[in-house]
């Protein structure tokens, strides 16, 4: 079983200039293959009921990250018709705390940034249910927000923030659902935990221990300290 979970790709990604840019988030078969080790499975966890959400909300992230002395917090104007059920999946994790803590495990300088592993393992495991995927109706441009996935209909909770026009990541399926529209020059400034490695932390790891394992092993690492929709505060 561990040489099984370690054969998983974590993170795919290759970064170039042409067209071969990728996404990869394995968070699910991960979580499948270390549950099982430790004697648990993801049958444990239920699907979140749907609910209505507004057509249109805003998502605020206060974050530790510092710029001019300040702390910095990102704002992210969401519309449903972008992407229905990526949406309500975020607004319903907003609602549940989720993002609370939740660090910025990978850093990719003019490519993204990536975040939506919980601080509490049994928050992961909560919300470790896929969601199918929507059509891609936005661009991922500059600052859009959407969803990672391990490939068709596998999107949970993770998510990235494009730093730069990312199009080629349309044909591959990933479904933006908002605009980041105060904050991205904040996310740039971001600690990157894994220099020169684009793959991001131990999501494996990260997943199972939470913040208690990250925070010490990368100390300067930041993170999302609230996560709320406005309208809600």
């Keep these: 079983m561990r040489r099984a979970a370690a054969l998983l790709s974590v993170f795919t990604v290759c970064v170039c200039q042409e067209d071969a840019q990728s996404i990869v988030n394995d968070a699910a078969k991960v979580d499948l293959s270390a549950a099982t080790e430790a004697g648990d499975t993801l049958e444990t966890a239920e699907p979140i009921p749907t609910i209505a959400i507004p057509e249109q909300f805003q998502a605020v992230f206060e974050t530790d990250i510092l710029m001019d002395g300040k702390l910095q917090d990102v704002v992210i104007n969401v519309t449903s018709a972008f992407a229905p059920l990526g949406a309500e999946q975020f607004y319903k994790l907003l609602k549940d705390g989720f993002y609370d803590g939740a660090c910025f495990f990978r850093v990719v300088p003019d490519f993204v940034i990536q975040f ?105 690492i930041n993170q999302i300290v609230r996560a709320f929709v406005r309208e809600e505060q």
Excluded: C, H
């Design 116 to 220: 939506g592993i919980a601080a509490d393992p049994e928050m992961t495991r909560k919300w470790a249910v896929p969601i199918v995927d929507d059509p891609v109706e936005v661009s991922n441009e500059e600052g859009t927000i959407a969803f990672a996935t391990a490939g068709p209909d596998t999107r949970t909770t993770q998510l990235f923030v494009n730093y730069i026009d990312n199009k080629s990541l349309d044909a591959q399926g990933f479904a933006p659902f908002g605009q980041v529209v105060q904050g991205l020059e904040a996310l740039r400034l971001a600690y990157n935990p894994t220099p020169g490695k684009p793959g991001g932390v131990d999501q494996q790891q990260y997943e199972l221990k939470g913040n208690a394992w990250l925070k010490p092993k990368v100390p300067k």
